[in-house]
């Protein structure tokens, strides 16, 4: 039986790739992270899910001989979960002389939601206009947190210190109810929460259109696990839904995280997923880095290395690191999770909440793209 099924399905016109592993290759696995290879850049905030600023062909930016990158960032708290509540975007920038910190990346009070999560961050070829997208979880003014995930794009300038100078955010569409779920979500827990998150900015080298890739959830679908990944296309300066790329109904809650790297001619969409939030009926697989690959945005899209699966944290560190992005030029960048666990949890050693969460980048690895097989470099 074949590790991927494409299935057409005639939902709102749709012709969705639809990935239902039944087992996962064995690859190399991330190496190992130890004690030394976590190395915090704050004492008082954890960092995790983190993008560069990238050119509009999706090459780093080197600015005053520094790459710039954004990261979700929360101060220190006993149970690190709790971090989520309380994101802010923040602004590192990267050099000979190691890490800067450039602070939070937006004014207080300039976003729309109650906390910041994830996004992408563009220069347009104009050398000067930043295009920064992101996701605001929640309402500014709501006195009880909600799930409510909503897309914005705040344009500013990149400048001597950096990209700034943000101007107020636009909301650049929303969920139709239809192919995305529409929910504002007033309660949630980890691994359940559904998803309209994650803006990734693509400009197509074929077509020369600019697309939005984002973490979503079939609207279709009453299944608990019903995540899937959706795209929007700018059309004279519209941005317009399309039909979802991928879907995992049955199969997986949160393909998050989505971006597109374009190599030789071939387009390869990677997310990242845990053993967590695969449906008890499906195939899991590992906290990992996923992908599949086309010869065009418009697919069809393929699987890469067989069964989706890209890369892995080693079986005996399965949580070590999470939310993998892959750059233009094939470095992977993800954050230290919890690590040096030797087969315990959390759930039986609360003490280990805290002592054994990175909340600091990982160990940076390539990736050696070779048609439909991309491995560890």
């Excluded at 710039?68 to 920038?93: C, E, G, Y």
């Excluded at 991928?246 to 997923?273: I, K, M, Q």
Aim: proline letters at 7%; a negative charge; one cysteine or more.
């Amino acid at each position: 039986m074949s590790d991927f099924s494409v299935q057409a399905q005639s939902i709102a016109a749709m012709a969705i790739c639809r990935w239902a592993p039944t087992h996962f290759a064995e690859l190399p696995n991330i190496p190992l992270i130890r004690a030394a290879d976590v190395v915090r850049i704050f004492p008082d905030l954890d960092l995790w899910d983190c993008w560069p600023l990238a050119h509009e062909d999706g090459r780093t930016v080197v600015h005053q001989d520094r790459q710039w990158w954004f990261f979700l960032s929360a101060p220190v708290f006993p149970d690190p979960v709790d971090r989520h509540a309380q994101a802010r975007i923040r602004l590192l920038s990267l050099g000979d002389d190691g890490w800067r910190d450039h602070g939070n990346a937006f004014p207080d009070g300039l976003t729309p939601g109650s906390r910041e999560w994830a996004g992408s961050a563009i220069l347009m070829d104009d050398g000067q206009t930043v295009q920064h997208f992101i996701t605001a979880a929640g309402r500014r003014d709501e006195t009880a947190l909600t799930f409510e995930q909503r897309l914005f794009v705040c344009e500013g300038t990149l400048g001597l210190q950096g990209p700034g100078d943000w101007q107020s955010p636009r909301e650049i569409f929303v969920a139709d109810g239809v192919r995305y779920l529409l929910d504002r979500q007033n309660t949630g827990k980890p691994g359940q929460i559904k998803g309209f998150r994650d803006p990734a900015w693509l400009r197509d080298p074929a077509t020369g259109k600019a697309h939005i890739l984002f973490t979503g959830t079939a609207s279709w679908s009453d299944h608990t696990h019903n995540g899937n990944i959706g795209i929007a296309m700018l059309v004279d300066g519209t941005w317009v839904l399309g039909d979802p790329v991928v879907e995992a109904v049955g199969v997986n809650n949160e393909l998050e995280r989505p971006h597109v790297v374009v190599r030789d001619g071939r387009y390869y969409l990677f997310w990242s997923t845990q053993r967590q939030v695969f449906a008890p009926e499906a195939v899991a697989g590992p906290n990992g880095l996923y992908g599949v690959v086309a010869g065009a945005m418009t697919g069809p899209w393929r699987p890469i290395n067989g069964s989706g699966l890209v890369v892995a944290n080693p079986d005996s560190e399965p949580t070590q690191s999470y939310s993998w992005w892959v750059t233009g030029e094939g470095e992977v960048w993800s954050f230290v999770d919890y690590f040096a666990m030797g087969g315990r949890t959390t759930e039986e050693h609360p003490e280990l909440l805290r002592s054994n969460f990175g909340g600091t980048p990982a160990p940076r690895f390539n990736l050696r793209f070779d048609g439909d097989r991309v491995t560890i470099a």
